[in-house]
C-alpha cells in the first residue's frame, strides 16, 4: 500500500540538535511505517538571509530519492520571484510552501496576489504552514501567533491554487470548515491534530477525506502522528486513504 507524508522537512534547527537531519535518516524513519514519499522542505530555507543556498543543497540531497521538493517562498525578500523561477526550472520544485507566522508578513498581504498568480502559472500544490513549533516555547525566535480571520480570508480569495494547510489543530479545522465546504482542492494534513482527545476523528468529521497524512517530522515525533491516524477510530478505507494522500496528490500531478 502506497504512504505518502505531505508534510516533512530535513536540516538543521537553529535551537535544539535535530537527529534526523538528512534525506537519507527521514526515509529510514519512514520505512518504520511503510511510508514510501513525501513532500520535503529545508529547515535551513526558513532561517537563511539567501534561503535559494538551502534549496540547491535540498536538490542534490533528493538526487535519486523517491521524495519531492516543497520549496520555501518568503515574500518579503526582494528575490523571492528569481528564487521561485530558478527552483522551478533548475531545480524541479514540485511545491511551494509559505510560512507567515515565521516570515512575519499578513496572509492579507496584497504581495500574495502575485506569490499566489506565480504558484498557480507553474501548476504547483501550495502549502500553507501555521506553525511549526509551540509558539508559547519558543527560544530565542518568537514566530507570530496565527491569525484565524486572515488564514479564513486567504484560503476563501485564492481558491484556485491547490493548496494544503499543514500544522492546523482540529479547534482550527473546525473554525474554518465553512471554507473547506467550498473548495474541493483545500486539504489539511494531521501534523498538528494534537489538541485533545480524538482529535483525528474530529479533524474528518470536519473536511472529511480532505484530510491527509502529513508528520512535520523530524521537528515533530513522526510516530505521534503516525498513531493519531491509524488508532483513531475511523474505518480502514478511510484511513488507507488519509495515509496515501487521497485527492490531494492526484491534484498535484504526481
Known amino acids: 500500500m502506497k504512504r505518502f507524508d505531505c508534510n516533512c522537512f530535513t536540516g538543521n534547527w537553529p535551537f535544539f540538535k535535530v537527529r534526523y537531519n538528512t534525506v537519507e535518516k527521514i526515509q529510514n524513519l519512514h520505512r518504520r511505517i511503510g511510508i514510501t514519499g513525501g513532500f520535503i522542505s529545508a529547515c535551513e530555507a526558513i532561517f537563511y538571509q539567501d534561503p535559494y543556498e538551502a534549496e540547491l543543497a535540498l536538490a542534490k540531497e533528493l538526487e535519486g530519492m523517491p521524495y519531492y521538493q516543497a520549496m520555501i517562498l518568503n515574500p518579503t525578500l526582494p528575490g523571492w ?75 476563501g480569495k485564492y481558491k484556485d491554487v491547490v493548496t494544503l494547510l499543514t500544522d492546523a489543530s482540529a479547534y482550527e479545522l473546525e473554525q474554518l470548515k465553512d471554507v473547506f465546504a467550498e473548495r474541493d482542492n483545500l486539504f489539511a494534513d494531521c501534523s498538528g491534530l494534537k489538541d485533545g482527545l480524538f482529535a483525528a476523528d474530529r479533524a474528518y468529521s470536519t473536511i472529511g477525506d480532505n484530510l491527509v497524512y502529513g508528520s512535520a517530522a523530524p521537528l515533530l515525533e513522526m510516530q505521534a502522528s503516525f498513531y493519531n491516524i491509524t488508532m483513531a477510530s475511523l474505518d480502514e478505507d478511510v484511513k488507507t486513504k488519509i495515509l496515501s494522500g487521497g485527492n490531494f496528490l492526484a491534484l498535484c500531478n504526481l
Open 81 to 155: 520571484k528569481a528564487d521561485l523561477k530558478r527552483c522551478v526550472e533548475q531545480l524541479h520544485i514540485k511545491a511551494v510552501r509559505l510560512m507567515p507566522t515565521y516570515h512575519k508578513y499578513s496572509l492579507t498581504d496584497p504581495i500574495l496576489d502575485e506569490v499566489c498568480q506565480a504558484v498557480k502559472s507553474y501548476d504547483l500544490p501550495l502549502l500553507l504552514t501555521l506553525r511549526l513549533r509551540d509558539e508559547r516555547c519558543m527560544y530565542m525566535f518568537q514566530a507570530d501567533f496565527v491569525n484565524k480571520d486572515e488564514v479564513a480570508a486567504f484560503l
